[in-house]
């Protein structure tokens, strides 16, 4: 009786952990894409967990098997986590954590994936991998799902992502490996090492450094010529082109995400290194941690034979998204930003690297003073409340400092998260954009580290999800009264602007369309009221759709055009000059 007896009062516990209901703490979350908030009613338990200590170049691995009816019965379900072979089992006995007397690793890993197959179900993500690492040892790392819903061929732990802005992290480490070398440094000025470039303002131009370029504090307006990257603008054209971005903040004291900026840092990189920024990469940073898998070109993720397929939603249906898309190009035209490739073996190997605090094989590749500096505070994001660093946010909580980054192409997510000094972080490749998803594994794995009144996160951030789509609604309801535009044709041309150059507005089968660059990315426009329009929806894009409001002079001759999300120039107006 008294066995019985402990074992109800272990029951009592875990099961008020598990359902106890604690708020998110101003936890910050990406803007995403909300269609993805689809809730499934069954949760699949695992059939196993896997058990994974891994220093580079050796690996052990053990798998503990459930007497779960349930989960064997689907044990050879999609949902189930790829397959591993035991290896070296004498070796892999890993039943204490270190760190502030933790015990009972393989409950809380077991625990872990029941979360990661279950939030992986609530905001239906096809695939993905996940990885932990916890006292300098790649203690978990599996997959789940199919790469593409079409074919279903299941994930495992070699398939490729990509990882969009987590790339970031990557170019910041290797301006610290410049600095360590004297390759350049931090504190070397723009115009040191591109003497005719120029910012709109002289200030910025004297006084932007290398580090400044990695700190998202350059006064610019936010997200500057991101919608280049929709029409297929070359990165020499993005680079000369910088020079015509207004500001929109104090240059070191406004937060401003931006992407352009690391790539005026890749360029710098290779004016230092004299070779491009892809090939520092693979020299300096994916050697050395024997990421072998990992690349960062288009080509290279295109051609692998086994890569994940990104998804978005049409219609309200979970499709894969085509390969012919001429945009897909567009991280890597941004590559020091968000070009690299990878898979869940060698992203551990990242993770496993920065939670060693820059030690690979018991030798330093970076300096303790640069690793210090890349995860310095630089600027706060007021509105959301987290810290800027070198290519990475910083949310302090209350067992640590969580530093973190999620990166997402247009189809494809990925999410990673350690606390410095604590040696537990974790990564997340999926198929499917979703930051708060990933969000949401990560945390759950602190608060069973930490042993915390376990929250529910991923249905905090759902219903956050939706707070912001009712939102968007809200703020998208037609008006009352509808104005009809002019005649279509007036509205065709072509248009100039400083940052832009010529854009062109067609009239086809009686619709407008709007394009630029070179990739000549036609855009079908919508009425929305009297002389604007909106984007119909892109395939496969999933950032901000632009809208369209066409000037008009007291003689109802149109002459110029504003476009939102494009009017990051010092002249927001796109002037007519033909048509």
Known sequence: MKKLASILLVFVFFSSLILTDFSLAQYPLLNQEDSASQVPEDIVEPAAVLSIEESFGESRIRQITYTNSSAAANENSSENPSAAKPLNDAQSKFNNLSSDGKDNLNYMLSEFEKD???????????????????????????????????????????????????????????????????????????????????????????????????????????????????????????????????????????????????????????????????????????????????????ASFINAKNRSYGHYYRNGSLVPASDKLPYNSWPYIFAPAGGINTNIDDFSKWLLFLTNDGIVNGKRLVSKKNMDRVFSKKV???????????????????????????????????????????????????????????????????????????????????????????????????????IPPQNLKNYTGKYINSLYGIVEVRLENNQLKFSAGSFKTWLTLTHYN?????????????????EFRFRVDKKSAVTGLFISDMSDGVDSLFKKISG
């Open 380 to 482: 706060q994001n007021k509105q959301q409340g987290y810290y800027y660093c070198l290519g990475w946010r910083l949310s302090p909580r209350d067992y640590g400092d969580n530093f973190w980054h999620g990166g997402t192409t247009d189809m494809q997510g990925a999410y990673i998260s350690f606390l410095r000094g604590k040696n537990i972080g974790a990564v997340i490749l999926m198929n499917l954009n979703n930051v708060p998803a990933a969000e949401s594994i990560t945390l759950s794995l602190y608060d069973l580290y930490f042993q915390k009144d376990r929250t529910d996160w991923s249905r905090k951030n759902l219903q956050r999800s939706e707070a912001r789509r009712k939102s968007r609604e809200n703020a998208s309801k037609k008006v009352e009264k509808i």
């Open 530 to 546: 009297k002389d604007s329009f909106s984007a119909m929806s892109i395939p496969g894009w999933s950032f901000k759709k632009p």
């Open 116 to 298: 990661i197959i279950r939030i992986k179900r609530e905001w239906g993500i096809p695939g993905m991998s996940v990885a932990a690492v916890i006292d300098g040892k790649i203690v978990y790392r599996k997959s789940f799902g199919v790469k593409d819903t079409v074919l279903k061929e299941p994930v495992d732990n070699q398939t490729i992502f990509q990882i969009g802005s987590c790339t970031k992290a990557f170019t910041s480490m290797l301006a610290a490996i410049f600095d360590d070398r004297g390759i350049l440094s931090f504190d070397d000025k723009v115009i040191k090492h591109l003497p005719e470039f120029r910012f709109s303002n002289p200030i910025l131009t004297q006084e932007m450094t290398l580090e400044d370029l990695l700190s998202q504090y350059s006064g610019l307006t936010p997200y500057s010529q991101h919608f280049m990257l929709l029409f297929g603008y070359t990165r020499r054209q993005i680079i000369n082109s910088i020079r015509y971005i207004r500001m929109d903040g104090n240059f070191r004291q406004t937060y401003g995400y931006q992407n352009n900026l690391f790539l005026l840092a890749g360029e710098i990189m290779r004016e230092a290194s004299g070779i491009a920024w892809e090939q520092n990469l693979n020299k300096y940073i994916l050697t050395p941690l024997k990421m072998q898998s990992t690349t960062s070109d288009l």
